[in-house]
């Protein structure tokens, strides 16, 4: 462990007691748990695990709960990162494609980078010709987009939907 993740690991444990990390780790692993089942695992009773949900719901730690589907059986498991320069780059045509983007249903994640691009995108698609339509008609119309470059993914290693704590 760096001393870095150990000083964050520090500031978590001064608002979080083991408890508390008990609970996210065991509800990261699975959200459909009762607060009955979750109490067993974490070794208290039903009402306080019951309350410690709430607060860490109430506190943000917990932001939702969601189902992970198998994006190939749904036909979208053609994954494409897309690196995007804008042009002009400023607050605007920012603040314009991050609202753009929120809109279309294939990008599935958006992140503001460093280096010598600005956003990257992930996308699910069906296939390579789907993937091309969206980037005629959809993604190559937007009036802000300069320089757009996509990586296909060939195999996913690995895959972490939560966070380690």
Do not use: W
């Not at 969601?66 to 053609?78: N, P, Q, R, S």
């Not at 996913?156 to 966070?163: A, C, D, S």
């Amino acid at each position: 462990m760096t001393k870095t993740s150990n000083m964050t690991e520090n500031n978590i444990r001064e608002r979080l007691d083991s408890t508390d990390i008990a609970i996210l780790r065991a509800l990261q692993q699975d959200a459909r748990l009762t607060t009955k089942q979750l109490a067993q695992k974490v070794h208290l009773s039903t009402t306080p695990t019951y309350e410690r949900v709430k607060r860490l719901e109430r506190d943000g730690y917990i932001r939702r709960y969601i189902t992970i589907l198998d994006a190939e059986k749904l036909h979208k498991g053609f994954i494409v990162y897309c690196s995007v320069k804008l042009t002009p780059l400023n607050t605007q045509t920012a603040r314009q494609f991050c609202q753009t983007i929120m809109d279309i249903d294939e990008v599935t994640e958006c992140y503001n980078i460093s280096g010598r691009f600005d956003y990257m995108l992930r996308v699910h698609c069906p296939d390579m010709k789907y993937y091309q339509q969206f980037l005629l008609n959809v993604l190559g119309t937007l009036p802000m987009l300069g320089t757009l470059e996509s990586t296909f993914v060939m195999e996913e290693v690995k895959h972490n939907y939560g966070v380690t704590i």
